[in-house]
């Protein structure tokens, strides 16, 4: 759910926000409970609105690593408030370890600040029960958060930051995401550990959070890897190393209804359409179902095709991993590879799939210390 922009980033609410934001009230007003002068309205008021602070920590902590970025021209796509917290997604990874480093940086910072705040808050209204109570859990609950952040391993921002500084060091990027998120694995191994112990000593609603804490984390160390592999694999390859020469072509009058048999005969999922020699459009199995079956007699592949100008081209030597990005980015599965369109005269030479850069992921995975000497060449 959006709830609103700020700085031009739009904000989001997942829906197990809600979950947590219902469940961190009633513990906060459980824990108000015991204010000998509070009716129980008021215990709620208060426990509703020290979590609604909270969560605006979480967003400013997110807002600072996005004002951070943005200063480095890194578009923020969104900033989502989920169940174990809030997420800033941006575009691409920094170009830079410093870029990285001071990204990072910021969040926990940015916590340490909100924490020093509801301190002064506190001091500022020593005779103020509501602000003393509120601002006590809030400081606490940001030191926290800055100090956890803080911890050294992928995705938690500490991770990003040990990352940007062995990434500098090194001067290997995919080195750095290794040993970030080795010991990002390390941290949610230790919370799921910890977490289980202290269920077994009897405080289950702690240790179950840090078991799934600890699960999300893990998750999200091991995709980093992941990714790693993924660019490792294909580094050095271009689209002309792993397209298919074949471009099956199909004429635009012909019916949707003919252009399924042809699809269900071949099994190929994407063609070229053609008129006099002339490529007018795409069209593939995916365009082809947007279509009711039963209009399909009387719909011909020129009305619903992919038209030529709106189809995504690539050339023989772009690197496989951007075209990768841009296949999914688009979610689309494959792509024509277009050579010589400086004579004005651009001919289709091959297409490549997203199974074709699968299949030489898994290849390239498979001979793995064949690839490391290949790259080191
Ligand atoms: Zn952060």
Known sequence: MRIGKILGIPIYLHSTWVII????????????????GWSPAQQWSVAVF??????????????????????????????????FGGVASIERDPSKAIQEFNIAVAGPLASGFLAGVFVGLALLFPSNETVATLSDWLWKTNAMLAVFNLLPGFPLDGGRIFRAIIWGATKNFSRATRIAGGSGRLI??????????????????????SVFIGFFLLNAA?????????????????????MSHEVPTVGRAISLEEYGTEVLRTGRRC???ITDDRLVGMMNVH??????????????????????E???????????????????????????????????????IGMVSRDSILRVMQTRSELGPLTAGAASK
């Open 21 to 36: 934001f219902a469940a961190n009230t009633y513990l906060l007003k459980e824990q108000f409970a015991n204010h000998p």
């Open 50 to 83: 020290t979590s609604v602070l909270f969560f605006a920590s979480l967003l400013f902590h997110e807002l600072a690593h996005s004002v951070v970025a943005q200063h480095y021209k890194i578009r923020v796509l969104s900033i989502t408030l989920f169940i």
């Open 188 to 209: 949610a191994y230790a919370m799921i550990l910890v977490g289980g112990f202290a269920v077994f000593k009897g405080l289950v609603v702690p240790g179950l959070w």
């Open 222 to 242: 091991q995709e980093s890897i992941a990714q790693v592999a993924i660019r490792e694999n294909l580094s050095g390859l271009r689209a002309a190393d792993v």
């Open 271 to 273: 063609h070229l359409v």
């Open 287 to 308: 365009t082809l179902n947007s279509v009711p079956r039963g209009e399909w007699a009387h719909n011909s592949v020129q009305a619903v095709m992919i038209p030529r």
């Open 310 to 348: 709106r189809i995504l081209w690539a050339t023989p030597d772009e690197p496989l991993l951007g075209l990768l990005e841009r296949l999914l980015t688009a979610d689309i599965n494959q792509m024509p590879i277009v050579s010589g369109s400086d004579d004005g005269a651009a001919q289709i």
